[in-house]
């Protein structure tokens, strides 16, 4: 059963400081994987989605990596503004169509 | 393009009583929709998957007598919270995905407390 981890839990960073958020899953035979962002007591927005296919996808300031042999993914936020403060979290689907398992998420902090 | 709406975004009720939330996708219609559940500080957790025209299938450890969900249309599932109770409180959030789209595309959830 996948399971998916992020670490860490939260982040304080200060304006402009580069950061990169993990995720971790259990099995490596996914189809996909995204990276979202939640802002207190709303709902989802995508940020980026890696085909199992791809090890990278980038949109402005965010690049997400995907590595299937090690399980891993990180997401990579380059110069952080306060407007980057909320949860984000990453969520993993077995297969096309079907559900996504997510993360408990990473909240970020940044203060200006 | 593709968006998904929710209503109500919060709803207040008191113990026992049944509560129905709605999700729609504006734009697309959506073969498959997804209701999540999100309780503070903790991921969202899949309650159950509905295809248009034909039964949920909810996961391990959802009731689905307690959770009724009717995916009568390709562009509207319904998630009722029958005889509610403040363990049922929590913020319910769906999703839509469409045939040959890999993209899921998410409701903006609704908070829903049991007084």
């Known amino acids: 059963k996948q399971e998916v981890t992020q670490i860490p839990a939260a982040l304080s960073v200060p304006e402009g400081e580069n950061l990169v958020l993990n995720c971790s899953f259990t099995?490596?035979?996914?189809?996909?994987l995204q990276w979202f962002r939640q802002d207190p007591g709303k709902g989802l927005t995508s940020l980026l989605l890696?085909?199992?296919?791809?090890r990278e996808q980038t949109s402005g300031r965010l690049n997400a990596s995907l590595d299937k042999s090690s399980g891993r993914s990180t997401l990579y936020i380059a110069a952080s503004q306060p407007g980057d403060s909320a949860t984000y979290l990453c969520?993993?689907?077995?297969?096309?169509?079907?559900?996504?398992?997510f993360g408990k998420g990473t909240t970020l902090s940044v203060s200006s | 393009g593709a968006v998904v709406s929710q209503h109500p975004s919060r709803v207040i009720c008191k113990s026992g009583t049944s509560v129905k939330i709605e999700c729609r996708s504006l734009?697309?219609?959506?073969?498959?929709m997804f209701w999540y559940r999100q309780f503070p500080k903790q991921s969202l957790m899949l309650m159950a998957t509905?295809?248009?025209?034909?039964?949920?299938?909810?996961e391990q450890g959802v009731e689905k007598d307690k959770f009724l969900i009717n995916h009568a249309s390709l562009t509207l599932s319904t998630l009722t919270v029958t005889s509610a109770h403040p363990e049922d409180s929590s913020f319910y959030i769906c999703?839509?995905?469409?045939?040959?789209?890999?993209?899921?595309?998410f409701g903006p959830g609704t908070r829903l407390t049991v007084l």
């Open positions: 099995d490596s035979a996914i189809y996909n």
């Open positions: 999703s839509a995905s469409r045939q040959g789209v890999d993209t899921q595309y």
């Open positions: 509905s295809n248009e025209g034909s039964k949920a299938t909810y």
């Open positions: 890696i085909q199992s296919s791809q």
């Open positions: 734009d697309f219609q959506a073969t498959t």
């Open positions: 969520a993993a689907s077995n297969q096309a169509g079907t559900a996504l398992i």
